[in-house]
């Protein structure tokens, strides 16, 4: 899935980001990298941009970025475990 | 006798880097908490040192030395071509993962380096450990950590960098790639390949390396001069990496550097379970950014701003200033007149300098007023909130979430509206938005609108300024699609940014950012204004034989008047009069209010109001207001446009776009008002719901040929992006 689809509260493992040019740079470097763990936060009220939160930072970007990044989702008790 | 040194202060966005800057040299910098506050580089001398001059150059806060944003290659372009002694690297101890991310980066350079790790003691007050000592070794230059808010451990940095740098110390390890690794093939192969190249360049090898892995769109290869045979050995290299770890190449180097800081962090970092700031930052945007609540209250929170500052604190203390100036000019025109000074020499001064400059420099308390609250907004971190909820609605038009706030202030008025686009990072949107600024209808339009409302539309009085207010901002949206696909066509800058943690602002910085705001304003109150105010004066006061003149109607500026009338018969009001006063409301738009009462003989505006329907029918009124609502702004704020800009050639375009949307609109609405059989409040609606058609019709053929235009014009943005960073680079010489 990708990482739009996300829901609050719900936990995921970046396992590739998209996209091209300058965008999927800044993605990198902001630390959206395949392997990494994030915590989706919310949506924006009107519904877009989404707030993520990632290697300890709460992160903003559009649902159409968010497009580019495939993730897979963990479980709730995986979660809390700390895998 | 000692060196003198250079230093460039590198970080983040949000790390206090500037906060720092000025701990050190005591500078007016001003301290955002908004992403991308610092544009321009700016530099001090650090106050502490005395024995030596010791610069610091506070670079933009930048995430990486990727060359594809205006910040990323001012702060490249600085540390490559202007080779600072050492790089004074700050780095925000409560994130620091993604702060060593530039900091590798910044190690590959081999420049002597130092880390100053911010924000310790919040790290410390939440249970969280640095092992100091092991981190420094760990990334090969010395470590201090500091507070910057508190000035605590500042002196042993600067002691710490001076120590570095004088000595030539360079960072001992550059090395972050897993030993044996492809990554680590492939760049030791490439530097191989490139470092003789490299050191003719006076360029760190290893750096040089990745720039080549990562791309870089060929300006590192053609730095170097590498030949066709050079450059595919090291395309070779890549793919076979790529082949082997199954990464891309940028993929690839980002995975290396973070894998290498996810291990020194593990070795040296005990992290506090969740800090009390980032848990009551996160309970915070429960409310500011909530679902339900986050729009009424960034309504409510505008809302009091506005009051408290057009209403309240600003009007209080612009009146109170404005007292003062005409008590001021009382003064001076009472002691120029017991000199025997010339009468008029005296009128210059009197009622050219002191009234004009005077009139603008009214407005300060104003602004002042309004960056007080907008830099607490800043500081706290709220604006960044402001963008994530404004972004969906501004996307449509071409702009992100960080316009908004520009624009709205807008109504209030434009010129520290046009000062508050400083905070966009992206200079795309910073000049888009202050295209478009200009058609929220100021507040020192509103006696005009009053006083015709009184004159001509007593019964429907809100309806006509609603009606105005709406029309504005109905053509500047059509005017921000019709920029989006032509000045301003190509790829939206994309929107990923931070969300700081929410902070109390500090006094010192909120003090330092208002000082420098007002000093600006005084300046620019003092130049051009100054200029344009002595050019007003000189065009009511003398006639075309240069003799002054003793009734207005006779002056060269009524003279201009009589001679550009006729333009606007077609818009209905091709009075002399209204044209004459709609030009001294260039230099403020009270001015046309006060200019038409002097040329209708009346001295106040109840008469002005009995006046008003000998010269106008309430369709040219209608008609007359739109002009004033959409023609050029006053002089402060073309003079803030030409600033802000940068580029008298562009004041001019907005000017005469301005000034040619004005008359089209008016002339037609006059043309079909006229021809309406019974113009009535139910003509302006019509009128009102033709205008929005028309803007409308507009932004669906500007949408409509975007598909066509997005193929075409991708390209052309990616070329005007480029062109940028030069014209900056030569400002920065």
Not at chain 2, 71 to 99: C, H, M, Q, Y
Not at chain 2, 228 to 235: M, R
Not at chain 2, 292 to 306: D, E, N, R, S, W
């Given at each position: 899935m990708t990482l739009d689809k996300l829901k609050p509260g719900e936990q995921a493992i970046i396992r590739a980001v998209r996209g091209d040019g300058a965008l999927r740079l800044r993605l990198l470097d902001m630390g959206l990298i395949p392997r990494t763990r994030l915590t989706y936060r919310k949506a924006a009220p009107l519904g877009d941009p989404i707030e993520i939160h990632i290697r300890g930072y709460e992160l903003t970007l559009r649902l159409a970025e968010a497009r580019n990044i495939e993730v897979e989702k963990i479980e709730h008790n995986e979660a809390e475990a700390g895998v | 006798m000692n060196r003198n040194l250079v230093f460039a202060l590198v970080g983040n966005q949000n790390c206090g880097k500037t906060t720092l800057f000025n701990v050190l040299t005591g500078s007016n910098q001003h301290v955002g908490n908004f992403p991308g506050v610092t544009v321009e580089q700016k530099s001090g001398v650090v106050r502490s040192v005395k024995n030596r001059t010791v610069t610091v150059v506070d670079l933009p806060g930048i995430y990486s030395l990727?060359?594809?944003?205006?910040?990323?290659?001012?702060?490249?372009?600085?540390?490559?071509?202007?080779?600072?002694?050492?790089?004074?690297?700050?780095?925000?101890?409560?994130?620091?993962?993604?702060?060593?991310?530039?900091?590798?980066?910044?190690?590959?350079?081999?420049?002597?380096?130092?880390?100053a790790l911010n924000m310790m003691d919040e790290v410390r007050a939440n249970g969280g450990t640095i092992d100091i000592k092991a981190l420094s070794t760990a990334l090969g230059v010395p470590v201090v950590p500091i507070s910057a808010i508190k000035g605590e451990g500042v002196s042993e940095l600067v002691d710490r960098a001076i120590e570095v740098?004088?000595?030539?110390?360079?960072?001992?390890?550059?090395?972050?790639?897993?030993?044996?690794?492809?990554?680590?093939?492939?760049?030791?192969?490439?530097?191989h390949v490139i470092e003789d190249h490299a050191q003719r360049a006076g360029i760190s090898p290893r750096f040089c390396a990745t720039k080549l892995i990562e791309g870089d769109g060929g300006a590192m290869a053609?730095?170097?001069?590498?030949?066709?045979?050079?450059?595919?050995?090291?395309?070779h290299c890549i793919k076979e990496m790529e082949a082997e770890t199954r990464f891309d190449r940028n993929e690839a180097l980002a995975d290396m550097r973070y894998a290498f800081i996810e291990k020194v962090v593990s070795q040296t970092v005990v992290k506090p379970k969740e800090s009390r700031e980032h848990r009551r930052s996160l309970a915070i945007d429960r409310v500011l950014?909530?679902?339900?609540?986050?729009?009424?209250?960034?309504?409510?929170?505008?809302?009091?701003?506005?009051?408290?500052?057009?209403?309240?604190?600003?009007?209080?203390l612009s009146e109170l200033l404005s007292l003062g100036i005409e008590k001021l000019t009382e003064i001076a025109d009472a002691a120029l007149i017991s000199y025997g000074i010339n009468d008029v020499v005296r009128g210059l001064i009197v009622e050219g300098i002191f009234a004009g400059v005077g009139s603008v420099l009214s407005f300060l308390p104003i602004i002042v007023t309004l960056f007080f609250f907008l830099s607490i907004l800043e500081d706290t971190g709220y604006m960044a909130r402001v963008a994530f909820i404004m972004d969906k609605p501004l996307r449509k038009l071409g702009l992100s979430g960080r316009s908004f706030v520009p624009m709205l202030m807008g109504f209030g008025c434009t010129v520290p509206a046009l000062m508050a686009t400083r905070t966009l990072s992206s200079e795309r949107d910073r000049r888009m938005t202050i295209m478009l600024t200009p058609y929220m209808s100021c507040s020192a339009k509103i006696p005009i609108y009053a006083v015709f409302s009184a004159a001509f539309f007593p019964k429907h009085a809100a309806l006509v300024m609603i009606g105005l207010y709406v029309t504005g901002i109905v053509l500047g949206v059509a005017a921000a699609c019709v920029l989006k696909n032509t000045v301003f066509s190509g790829q939206p800058v994309p929107f990923v940014m931070e969300l700081p943690n929410y902070r109390l602002p500090s006094i010192k910085s909120v003090a330092l950012l208002l000082w420098d705001k007002a000093k600006d304003f005084i300046q620019r109150?003092?130049?051009?204004?100054?200029?344009?105010?002595?050019?007003?004066?000189?065009?009511?006061?003398?006639?075309?034989?240069?003799?002054?003149?003793?009734?207005s109607s006779r002056s060269l500026l009524a003279g201009v008047g009589k001679l550009l009338a006729p333009l606007f018969v077609p818009a209905g009001f091709g009075d002399w009069r209204a044209v004459t006063s709609l030009i001294s409301g260039f230099t403020a738009k009270e001015a046309v209010v006060s200019t038409l009462s002097v040329l209708t003989g009346n001295t106040s505006a109840a008469e002005l109001k009995g006046a008003l329907p000998g010269m106008f029918t309430p369709l040219s009124a209608f008609s007359f207001l739109l002009f004033t609502l959409l023609y050029t702004p006053c002089v402060a704020a073309v003079a803030a446009i030409r600033r802000e800009l940068g580029s008298r050639l562009w004041m001019l375009w907005v000017v005469l776009a301005q000034c040619a949307t004005a008359w089209v609109v008016s002339t037609v609405v006059y043309q079909i008002g006229k021809r309406l059989p019974a113009f009535g409040v139910p003509g302006y609606i019509i009128l009102a719901v033709f205008i929005v058609a028309v803007a409308a019709g507009f932004v669906w053929l500007a949408n409509r040929s975007r598909g066509d235009v997005y193929a075409v014009a991708e390209p052309k943005g990616e070329a005007s992006l480029s062109a940028k960073p030069k014209r900056k680079r030569g400002g920065c010489h």
């Open positions: - | 990727r060359p594809y944003s205006m910040e990323e290659i001012v702060a490249r372009d600085f540390i490559l071509s202007e080779k600072p002694d050492g790089i004074i690297n700050i780095v925000d101890a409560t994130n620091i993962e993604r702060n060593l991310y530039l900091t590798l980066q910044l190690l590959e350079l081999r420049v002597p380096t130092v880390i740098a004088s000595q030539g110390i360079l960072p001992a390890v550059w090395d972050f790639c897993g030993e044996d690794s492809p990554v680590h093939r492939c760049i030791h192969a490439v530097v053609g730095r170097l001069e590498l030949d066709q045979n050079e450059i595919e050995l090291i395309e950014t909530g679902k339900y609540t986050a729009i009424p209250v960034f309504l409510a929170v505008m809302f009091l701003v506005f009051w408290l500052t057009f209403n309240v604190i600003g009007s209080g109150a003092f130049s051009i204004i100054f200029l344009a105010t002595i050019v007003i004066w000189f065009l009511q006061t003398f006639d075309t034989r240069l003799n002054v003149v003793e009734d």
